[in-house]
C-alpha cells in the first residue's frame, strides 16, 4: 500500500471520501411554548445526582458515551444545575445554539467553575453587551494577520526547547510544550520579544501561573476546583492561589499604566488599559486584571495539552506518525498533512470536551422539546465520536482530512458562534510550528504501549500522564 502522505488530493475530490460522511437533518431552534410541550421530554439519566457530577468530572468519557448508548444522541443529566444540562450531539441542534441570537442561548461559561478565578468581568465569563465589547476589543490582536507576527518567536521558542529534550529516557511531553506555549501568549500580551527578564513582575506572573497549573492537578486543587462550582468568589486553597497570583498580576498593570509610551504600545496590554466605552470609561484594575488571567489561563494549557495529545495519539499510530515524518523530511505535502493531523488530533482528544449554552426561550431538539431557561450541553467528544459523521471513529485517521475541510457543526474543538474560541487562530499557528519542527526533527516513541487514559482537570480534558515518550534521535 502507499502511504498516506503520497495519495492525491484535491480540496474539490477527498482523497479518502467515505471516511468522513453526514447525519440525517434533525430539526432545532427556538419554538413557542405550545410546540414544545406537544414534544417529548428529553430521557434522564437515571443514576443518583452526585454519582453524576462525579462520574462527569472524572470519567467523562465514559459517561457520555455510556448515556449515549442507553439513551441517544440527546438526554438530560441531574447534577446541581437546575433543569440538567440537557446534553445534545447532533450537528443540526449545535447550530442552532451557534447561530442563535445571543440573548436567546447565552453562553454557560458565565457559570464555569473558572469565575472565581477569572472574576465576572472577562471576555470568556461576561454575558450580553459587555462580552461583545470586550471581545470586539480583543479579535484584533487575535487576527490571522496579527498571529503571523508570532511564527518567528514560536519557532525560536520551539527550535531552544526540543534541543533540550533527553534522548532515550521517558519523559512527559505536556510540560515542555506549555513551556513554549506560555511565553508565547505572555510575549502576545505583555509585547516582549521572548521570555521576561528575571526578577520582573512578568516574570513573577509566568512562575506563579505555572505553580498555580501544576498545583491544580493535585488531589487538593482538585477538590477545591468541585466545590468551587457555582460559587462567585474563590475560596479555601483557590482563595490562597488567586492571592498569589493577583500580586505579580496588579503590578505588572500599574507599572504599564505608568508607562509613558502606552499611546504608542500594541500589545494586548496596553490595547485594553487604552480602551474606552462609548461614555469615554477606562477599565478599572480589576477588569484589566480578569481580563489578562482568562487569556493567559484559557490560552496556554489547551494548546499545550492539545500537542501533549496529538503526540499521545502519534506514536500509538505507525502509519500516521510515518506519513508525518515522511511529509515533514521529504519534501512531501507537509503543510496539508500537518493540517490533517492536527485537525484529526482535535476530533478524536478534543482538550475542552464539553460546551454549554443556556436558552431563554422553549427548544426543540430533534424529537425532544426543552422548556425555556434550560443548560445545554454539548458533547464535542460524541459529537466528533458518530459513526454517521466519522466511520470507524474510534481510528486515528488523519487521512479522512486529506482534501477536506472540518464542517462548522461538525467539528467543533473550537465551540463556535459568538463564542467560538478567541484564540483559535494563534493555537492552530503553534501547533503547526510546533508539531512540524518537532516531526521532522525528533524520533519519538511511546514510553508505555497503553494508550493514556484522560485526566479531567476543570473544563479540560488532558493525556493522565502528560503525554509520555522518548526521545530515540534528534536531527538538527
Ligand atoms: C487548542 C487550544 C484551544 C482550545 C481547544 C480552545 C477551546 C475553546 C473552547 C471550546 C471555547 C468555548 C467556545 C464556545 O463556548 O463556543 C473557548 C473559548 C475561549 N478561548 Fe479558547 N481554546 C484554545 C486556545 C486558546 C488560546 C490560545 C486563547 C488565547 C488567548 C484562547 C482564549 C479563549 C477565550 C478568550 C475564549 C472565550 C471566548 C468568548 O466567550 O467569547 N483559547 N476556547
Redesign the pocket.
Known amino acids: 500500500m502507499s502511504s498516506v502522505a503520497e495519495r492525491p488530493a484535491s480540496a474539490e475530490e477527498p482523497a479518502f471520501p467515505h471516511l468522513v460522511g453526514e447525519a440525517a437533518e434533525s430539526p432545532a431552534g427556538p419554538v413557542d411554548e405550545a410546540e414544545a410541550a406537544e414534544l417529548a421530554k428529553p430521557p434522564i439519566v437515571p443514576l443518583p445526582r452526585a454519582a453524576q457530577m462525579l462520574r462527569f468530572s472524572r470519567r467523562q468519557i465514559q459517561y457520555v458515551f455510556g448515556a449515549r448508548r442507553r439513551l441517544g444522541e440527546t438526554f438530560r443529566m441531574q447534577t446541581a444545575m437546575p433543569g440538567g444540562p440537557v446534553v445534545t450531539s447532533h450537528p443540526d441542534h449545535v447550530r442552532s445554539l451557534?447561530t442563535a441570537k445571543p440573548e436567546l442561548a447565552p453562553?454557560?461559561?458565565g457559570e464555569s467553575p473558572l469565575r472565581p478565578i477569572l472574576g465576572t468581568g472577562?471576555?470568556?465569563t461576561s454575558l450580553g453587551e459587555r462580552?461583545m465589547r470586550?471581545?470586539k476589543l480583543?479579535l484584533p490582536p487575535?487576527h490571522g494577520e496579527a498571529i503571523e507576527r508570532y511564527t518567528e518567536m514560536i519557532t525560536a521558542a520551539t527550535e531552544r526547547e526540543l534541543d533540550r529534550w533527553p534522548l532515550n529516557k521517558p519523559f512527559a511531553i505536556a510540560p515542555r510544550m506549555q513551556a513554549i506555549?506560555l511565553d508565547v501568549?505572555m510575549a502576545?500580551i505583555f509585547g516582549i520579544g521572548g521570555r521576561a527578564e528575571r526578577g520582573t513582575s512578568e516574570d513573577r506572573m509566568r512562575t506563579t501561573v505555572k505553580r498555580l497549573v501544576n498545583a491544580s492537578t493535585s488531589p487538593i486543587g482538585q477538590a477545591g476546583e468541585l466545590l468551587s462550582i457555582g460559587r462567585e468568589d474563590a475560596s479555601g486553597v483557590i482563595k490562597l492561589g488567586v492571592a498569589l497570583l493577583d500580586r505579580p498580576t496588579y503590578a505588572v498593570i500599574r507599572a504599564r499604566r505608568a508607562d509613558e509610551r502606552l499611546a504608542e504600545r500594541r500589545d494586548i496590554l496596553s490595547l485594553l488599559l487604552q480602551a474606552r466605552t462609548e461614555d469615554g470609561e477606562a477599565m478599572d484594575d480589576k477588569e484589566v486584571r480578569d481580563e489578562l488571567l482568562?487569556?493567559?489561563l484559557?490560552?496556554?494549557e489547551?494548546?499545550a495539552?492539545?500537542?501533549a495529545w496529538t503526540w499521545e495519539r502519534l506514536v500509538r499510530n505507525p502509519e500516521a506518525h510515518d506519513a508525518l515524518r515522511e511529509a515533514t523530511r521529504n519534501g512531501g505535502n507537509a503543510e496539508e498533512q500537518i493540517e490533517a493531523t492536527i485537525v484529526e488530533s482535535?476530533r478524536s482528544r478534543?482538550?475542552?470536551p464539553f460546551?454549554?449554552?443556556r436558552v431563554t426561550v422553549p427548544w426543540r431538539l430533534g424529537p425532544y422539546g426543552v422548556s425555556a431557561d434550560t443548560p445545554i450541553g454539548m458533547s464535542?467528544l460524541l459529537v466528533h465520536h458518530r459513526e454517521d459523521l466519522y466511520p470507524e471513529p474510534f481510528e486515528f485517521r488523519p487521512e479522512r482530512w486529506l482534501g477536506r475541510k472540518p464542517g462548522t457543526y461538525e467539528w467543533?474543538?473550537?465551540?463556535?458562534?459568538?463564542?467560538?474560541?478567541?484564540?483559535?487562530a494563534?493555537?492552530?499557528a503553534?501547533?503547526r510550528v510546533v508539531l512540524e519542527a518537532t516531526a521532522r526533527r525528533l524520533d519519538l516513541e511511546a514510553a508505555e504501549p497503553e494508550p493514556e487514559r484522560a485526566l479531567h482537570r476543570n473544563v479540560t480534558m488532558i493525556p493522565a500522564r502528560g503525554g509520555r515518550v522518548v526521545l530515540r534521535s534528534r536531527r538538527t
Not at 467543533?412 to 483559535?424: D, N, Q, T
Request: glycine share 14%.
Open positions: 451557534f453562553s454557560l461559561t472577562s471576555v470568556l462580552h470586550q471581545r480583543l487575535f506555549t501568549i502576545g482568562t487569556l493567559v484559557a490560552g496556554h489547551t494548546t495539552n492539545s500537542l482535535m478534543p482538550v475542552v460546551i454549554g449554552r464535542i467543533i474543538p473550537f465551540g463556535g458562534g459568538i463564542r467560538r474560541c478567541l484564540g483559535a494563534l493555537a492552530m503553534e501547533m
